[in-house]
């Protein structure tokens, strides 16, 4: 049995595909359980560390099985993205892999060692001001006027299906312990990496409930889980969680997430700060905010995990040193 939706936008083939793409380029990160955070859930718990990935976050999945799929021929034009960091260093990086020229739109306020990140992989990067202009306007008009090619940070088919690829090690680790999991929690932004999850666990776990993470103010998966349609968030302050800032979910991803997730759950930037301090004291994990939301959803109680077999997604640790700081101090 399995969870199927008419006519997806990415199936559980598509994910299969995208991991033969990624295999020999991307970490296949592990499942870790540890006694102190299951003692503390009063649960199984099991933690993907995504922030072990190539590039410090999940990311790099997805753009690489995008880039890969882009023809030679067109190849000569070079990519553009629009990023507050995270995929920005994943096409930067899967750019120089298969030596093409990346181009990628930044706001000036991300975290310095993002922006620095993106740039040691050849990147050239183009900032601008997230609060009065249009990124996706700027990267249009970058890709247009040079012959690249656009890539998505979450509203594109090969860039969810290699999103999906934590869902499907999830699936395939589950599995090889004799283990069904009852919860799987993951962040989301514009949905790109819930939704690839979704698809991937719920293929062979139909009746495992996936549940996205979010930033209060920034639930707009919530929301529009809710209403049943996409709906924006209403937060205008800034979040930690800066990963997280998407002003509503994606076409696509919500396509899917409408249909296959159980629900959201929200957390302030103060329960964030806890789990991220959590996670490196007593897990020993540096965690960047906007990965540890799931984490911080599990401890401040806002999710059912009693008796059942949780699995969450840390997505990313690429977090500024100063900003960690303060929240470990």
């Known amino acids: 049995m399995?969870?199927?939706?008419?006519?997806?936008?990415?199936?559980?083939?598509?994910?299969?595909?995208?991991?033969?793409?990624?295999?020999?380029?991307?970490?296949?990160?592990?499942?870790?359980?540890f006694p102190v955070l299951n003692e503390r859930a009063g649960t199984k718990v099991f933690l993907k560390p995504e922030m072990l990935q190539r590039t410090g976050s999940f990311k790099f999945r997805g753009a690489f099985n995008k880039l890969s799929s882009i023809p030679q021929a067109q190849r000569g034009g070079g990519v553009v993205a629009f990023s507050s960091g995270n995929h920005a260093q994943g096409v930067a990086a899967a750019a120089k892999i298969l030596n093409m020229q990346a181009t990628i739109v930044m706001p000036a306020?991300?975290?310095?060692?993002?922006?620095?990140?993106?740039?040691?992989?050849?990147?050239?990067?183009?900032?601008?001001?997230?609060?009065?202009?249009?990124?996706?306007?700027?990267?249009?008009?970058?890709?247009?006027?040079?012959?690249?090619?656009?890539?998505?940070?979450?509203d594109d088919p090969f860039v969810i299906a290699g999103q999906g690829t934590v869902g499907r090690e999830i699936a395939e680790d589950m599995?090889?312990?004799?283990?069904?999991?009852?919860?799987?929690?993951a962040p989301a932004s514009g949905g790109g990496l819930i939704a690839g999850v979704a698809t991937a666990v719920k293929a062979q776990f139909p009746q495992a409930k996936v549940i996205v993470a979010e930033p209060k103010g920034y639930?707009?998966?919530?929301?529009?889980?809710?209403?049943?349609?996409?709906?924006?968030?209403?937060?205008?302050?800034?979040?930690?969680?800066?990963?997280?800032?998407?002003?509503?979910?994606?076409?696509?991803?919500?396509?899917?997430?409408?249909?296959?997730?159980?629900?959201?759950?929200?957390?302030?930037?103060e329960e964030v700060a806890a789990a991220v301090a959590f996670a490196y004291r007593?897990?020993?994990?540096?965690?960047?905010?906007?990965?540890?939301?799931?984490?911080?959803?599990?401890?401040?109680?806002?999710?059912d995990a009693k008796g059942k077999n949780v699995v969450i997604v840390l997505s990313g640790g690429n977090v500024d040193a100063d900003l960690f700081a303060k929240l470990v101090a």
């Open 219 to 269: 639930d707009d998966h919530a929301l529009s889980l809710q209403a049943g349609h996409r709906e924006p968030h209403p937060a205008a302050a800034r979040t930690i969680c800066d990963a997280l800032m998407a002003a509503m979910p994606g076409e696509l991803t919500f396509a899917i997430n409408g249909k296959l997730l159980a629900g959201g759950v929200s957390v302030s930037d």
């Open 175 to 185: 599995t090889a312990l004799g283990l069904t999991p009852d919860i799987v929690v």
């Open 282 to 303: 007593e897990l020993k994990l540096v965690v960047e905010p906007g990965g540890a939301v799931g984490l911080a959803a599990l401890l401040a109680g806002r999710i």
């Open 109 to 154: 306020d991300s975290p310095v060692t993002k922006r620095e990140r993106t740039k040691s992989y050849g990147a050239e990067v183009v900032l601008y001001d997230r609060d009065r202009e249009d990124r996706e306007a700027i990267a249009n008009g970058i890709a247009s006027k040079r012959g690249a090619t656009l890539v998505r940070p979450y």
């Open 2 to 33: 399995t969870e199927t939706i008419a006519n997806p936008p990415v199936a559980a083939a598509d994910i299969e595909a995208a991991a033969r793409v990624v295999a020999p380029f991307a970490v296949r990160t592990p499942l870790l359980s």
